[in-house]
């Protein structure tokens, strides 16, 4: 706890402001009385204190006593603030420079009060004033100066067209203040004089110069707006020369000769001594093959060829001794869009060799270089060359270059539209460099460059004054930049830390501090501010960026625009990376991420996609369960479907067979029936002899009647049945029905009940009604018990629309159908088994035809069970309009029959009339004997059963008639009649057809081939 004071200086000193030990490890510090330099003694414990105030000496002096901050740079430099003096710069403990604030420095300190110090990791030096304002300095600034129009014994004009000079003095030529004269022999430069007009030898004088040269002789050469060459011999005198053309530029070679070139008038020089003026105009061949009379530079380099740079005619070269006798002409190099490696433009501004021998060109698009250092001038002079390009798109500025010089680092400095730019040849870099790093003009001017041979200062005239620099004091920025993201943004708005947006905390540190960063999907516009946080010239800093995840290519852009912004992002990882540049181009290394995640919406969240598999497993079953049942159903329909056409199968091969067995019993039948009929319409039996061949003949038309019902069904099923239509009484033929089932009602005892109006003529087809009743009686009866009734109604009603039609009920008294079969008694084949009435079974066709003949005819049938017991069949009849009260005659109505026998009287007349021949064609023997038997009272008969032999006997008997049957063994029917219609001598010989075959498809083709008839 023994505190002492270390010196009796530090005792007087009120308050101290700072300590702070050095690079070199020295102890300072500052107070209200100055600034101490504390160094410890060798041989005791004490120290010694040298103070810095406003009375020490030079260069320890400082500008006022009172230092309230003091920092220390890199090169180990103190920066001191002072309270009311500025700021301070101590090298190598010695005050070097003072800056303080002045009315005459728009960039200088705004205030000499200065209360704090900071240097940040770039290098810059922030101050903090009292009461104006933060500046700061760059303390690896770019060390141009500049000699500009405002100043004190600055420019005399802002736009300066021409430079030249010596170690000593700096020539200026303006645009409209002729030349001015400065000393540069110092480190300061100060303006000596001022040559406001150069005045010719005609008495003209010009203050517009063009172009300046200091000779060897330290003679300065002047080109003006004149037909003049001037030269300034002192005390504002000059000498003229008359040349041809505006003089833009001016070349000194070691012959004492001093070129010039013209606008419009070629090139040509000057002898110093001898005053000759030569130049090379007059004709085109005296050009000597120059590739344009513009001239803007003139060049010789250390091979002795003189080169010449035009406007619009590209670059021309040639030895200059060759040039000076007339011998040799002008070798021009152009651009050619079609030659890779030639000039890249056609406007040559300045020319420039390096210390490779190679030339170096300022072209309007950028910089050329020519190989010359690695060929001969033969080569050279042959064309066998390579230009160079350097352009915009290789980062120079602008891209159009007016002036280049080598400096002693081998670094080419060129003056462009856009600044001045470093060119490292060796590595390919450029530099740039801007008003914002010291430059006093945004653009240079054409053959406005010096160098000091001394010194290797660099002096560039410009558009607002003059830039000069010594190219090793111009040090690149060696700090690289660190980007830093500086805010973040959801919709436009910035997001703060611990800041709820849509009731989420989006952050819990500041954006700069955060490398993570987790999102919504609502949060579908996201924008990042960033920084490189470079303060040295930080508009020329370029910032590269790419969202990793979205998309993975940089994409650049400048310091006026530092804010991305995405919209409508995925769900997913990405990673934001930024890189930037320092000052000077250089790109850092380091890459600045931000991790983001951007959740997914709740539709695609893991819940989601739990509930989608929950979902889809749900419906998986659903769907193998419905599937299963699809395919049980499947398989039962195809069971059915099978069944079904199984059971079509079985019907058609029912019908096929009762069809078939039906034309085999249908001769036999007619056989029977026709003789029958014949026996009983003679009337010469004895009555017990009647009634057995009456009931012979009832059940012989019964069984034929249900033969033609299974021949009618099976054209129903091919489409081939028809209706005949006449007019009838449905109550005469019902009761011509009753009249077949009169043996069995007797014998079963059962009444009929008959009640019908009067009208019961109908128009329809006679043959379908009378087997649809029949087969309804027929039924009736079959389930009619003994004792029981029938009841058979016939009535004349209307129906909703008044349209008449004939009701027709037939009710019985039998077991009636079961509820559950009633819907199926229509179906064909089916049979109702019902106990007690296994007898009376039948073939299961006879109400299926019931049905379909009435539907064909335009009515409808429906049975119903009585309550009574029973059941009812009520048949809709339409009645048809052609329907008459009037009938036809029964001989027209009556069947005609087959088979009618001749009376005697009949026979005994034909035997007066020559015999006809009558050719029967028959394999049935029975049926051909019974037609030989009737037909042989009237025709003389031949009898064939094989129609072959009948073909080759027809045209030997020449008959009259021909009865043909379809069915013959050797040559069916429908051959033979074919054969005999087609054969000229038998074509007139009627034929007519007789088969059991009824279908109409059969008749139109007996017909087709010529029958005349056809008989079934």
């Not at 004009?157 to 020539?171: E, M, Q, S, W």
């Not at 006449?726 to 059962?750: C, G, H, V, W, Y």
């Not at 020559?914 to 064609?921: D, E, F, G, W």
Request: glycine share 8%; hydrophobic share 40%.
């Amino acid at each position: 706890d023994d505190f002492r004071s270390i010196s009796s200086i530090t005792e007087e000193q009120t308050v101290f402001t700072k300590i702070l030990r050095d690079k070199r490890g020295q102890l300072w510090a500052s107070s209200y009385d100055g600034l101490n330099y504390i160094k410890k003694r060798f041989n005791d414990k004490g120290y010694d204190v040298e103070l810095y105030n406003d009375a020490s000496p030079h260069p320890y002096k400082l500008p006022v006593d009172w230092v309230e901050d003091f920092v220390e740079d890199r090169k180990g430099n103190l920066w001191l603030a002072t309270r009311g003096g500025g700021l301070a710069l101590m090298v190598n403990n010695k005050i070097e420079e003072v800056y303080s604030f002045s009315n005459m420095e728009n960039s200088g300190i705004p205030d000499n009060i200065i209360n704090s110090l900071y240097i940040d990791r770039t290098g810059v030096l922030w101050i903090g004033t009292e009461s104006k304002e933060l500046v700061f300095l760059d303390l690896y600034a770019k060390k141009f100066r500049t000699i500009l129009s405002e100043k004190h014994n600055g420019v005399s004009d802002n736009l300066v067209t021409a430079i030249t000079g010596n170690n000593n003095v700096l020539f200026a030529g303006t645009s409209t203040s002729g030349i001015d004269v400065f000393d540069i022999s110092d480190k300061s430069v100060g303006k000596i004089a001022n040559i406001p007009r150069v005045v010719l030898a005609s008495g003209q004088w010009k203050s517009e110069i063009s172009a300046l040269l200091l000779d060897s002789d330290s003679m300065l050469w002047v080109g003006s707006a004149t037909n003049s060459l001037a030269v300034h011999k002192g005390g504002g005198s000059f000498d003229s020369y008359v040349v041809n053309g505006f003089v833009f530029t001016l070349l000194e070679d070691n012959r004492d000769n001093i070129w010039f070139g013209t606008w419009g008038q070629g090139i040509g020089y000057i002898n110093k001594y001898t005053r000759v003026v030569e130049q090379y105009n007059e004709t085109p061949s005296h050009m000597l093959g120059l590739g344009s009379d513009k001239v803007l530079t003139l060049f010789r380099d250390s091979r002795d060829l003189l080169w010449v740079g035009t406007k619009g005619g590209g670059l021309s070269v040639a030895p200059i001794e060759e040039v000076i006798s007339r011998r040799g002409n002008f070798k021009v190099f152009r651009h050619n869009k079609d030659v890779d490696n030639s000039l890249a433009y056609n406007d040559v501004f300045a020319i420039e060799e390096d210390h490779k021998g190679n030339i170096w060109l300022a072209t309007g698009v950028g910089l050329n270089m020519l190989n010359a250092g690695e060929l001969s001038v033969k080569q050279i002079m042959a064309g066998e060359v390579k230009f160079t390009h350097i352009g915009e798109e290789d980062g120079l500025p602008g891209g159009l270059v007016y002036s280049i010089r080598e400096d002693t680092n081998n670094h080419l400095w060129l003056g462009t539209n856009k600044g001045l730019c470093r060119y490292v040849p060796e590595q390919a870099m450029l530099v740039s460099y801007g008003v914002n790093d010291g430059l006093a003009s945004p653009s240079f001017t054409v053959n406005s460059v010096f160098e000091v041979p001394s010194t290797g200062d660099m002096y560039f005239g410009g558009v607002n004054g003059v830039t000069f620099f010594h190219p090793d004091s111009i040090v690149s920025n060696p700090f690289q930049a660190s980007v830093t993201i500086t805010d973040l943004r959801l919709h436009n708005r910035s997001v703060l830390p611990f800041q709820k947006v849509n009731g989420r905390q989006i952050l819990d540190r500041h954006i700069y501090h955060t490398d993570k960063l987790q999102l919504a999907y609502a949060d579908n516009e996201v924008s990042f501010e960033f920084s490189a946080l470079h303060f040295s010239s930080p508009d020329k800093i370029r910032y590269s960026y790419r969202l990793l995840g979205f998309n993975d290519e940089w994409q650049e852009t400048g310091s006026q625009n530092r804010r991305i912004t995405y919209t409508n992002l995925r769900s997913g990882d990405y990673c934001l990376q930024i890189i930037a540049t320092n000052n000077d181009g250089l790109w850092a290394p380091g890459v600045s991420e931000l991790q983001i995640t951007i959740s997914p919406p709740i539709w695609l969240s893991i819940w989601a996609y739990i509930f989608y598999a929950a979902v889809f497993l749900f419906l998986l079953i659903v769907f193998r369960k419905y599937s299963l049942i699809a395919v049980k159903e499947k398989n039962q329909l195809i069971i059915e479907s099978m069944e079904h056409k199984k059971e079509t199968e079985i019907a058609e091969a029912k019908m096929r067979f009762f069809t078939n067995v039906s034309h085999e019993i249908r001769t036999p039948l007619t056989l029977i029936h026709a003789p029958i009929q014949q026996l009983i319409e003679k009337g010469e039996l004895d009555e017990n002899t009647h009634n057995v061949l009456e009931m012979v003949f009832r059940n012989v038309k019964r069984l034929l009647n249900q033969v033609n019902q299974l021949l009618e069904l099976r054209k129903m099923d091919k489409g081939q049945f028809s209706v005949h239509v006449s007019n009838f009484s449905l109550e005469s033929m019902l009761q011509d029905t009753l009249l077949d089932f009169e043996p069995a009602l007797r014998q079963e005892k059962i009444e009929v009940v008959f009640n019908s109006d009067e009208n019961t003529i109908i128009h329809s087809d006679r043959r379908m009604i009378d087997t649809v009743f029949h087969n309804l009686i027929s039924n009736s009866v079959k389930y009619s018990p003994p004792g029981s009734s029938i009841s058979i109604a016939i009535s004349r009603v209307e129906d909703k629309s008044q349209t008449p039609f004939i009701l027709v009920k037939i009710c019985d008294e039998g077991p009636g159908i079961p509820e559950d079969e009633i819907k199926n008694v229509f179906n064909r084949f089916y049979q109702i088994n019902k106990e007690g009435f296994e007898h009376t079974g039948g073939s299961g066709i006879g109400l299926s035809i019931v049905k379909e003949f009435v539907e064909r005819l335009g009515g409808s049938i429906e049975v119903a069970n009585l309550d009574g017991g029973g059941c009812c069949f009520k048949i809709s009849l339409p009645i048809g309009e052609e329907a008459s009260a009037v009938l036809p005659n029964e001989a027209e109505t009556a069947d005609d029959d087959l088979f009618v026998e001749l009376t005697s009287d009949e026979v005994e007349a034909d035997k007066n009339i020559n015999a006809r021949i009558l050719m029967i064609i028959e394999d049935d023997a029975d049926l051909a004997s019974y037609l030989k038997s009737v037909f042989e009272k009237r025709f003389k008969t031949f009898v064939f059963n094989n129609g072959r032999k009948a073909f080759e006997e027809v045209q030997s008997i020449m008959p009259d008639l021909i009865i043909c049957d379809i069915m013959l063994p050797g040559m069916n029917g429908i051959e033979f009649t074919k054969s005999i219609k087609f054969r000229k001598e038998t074509s007139h010989i009627p034929v007519v057809l007789l088969t059991a075959r009824s279908g109409e498809d059969n008749m139109v083709e007996g017909l087709n081939v010529g029958a005349d008839s056809y008989i079934t």
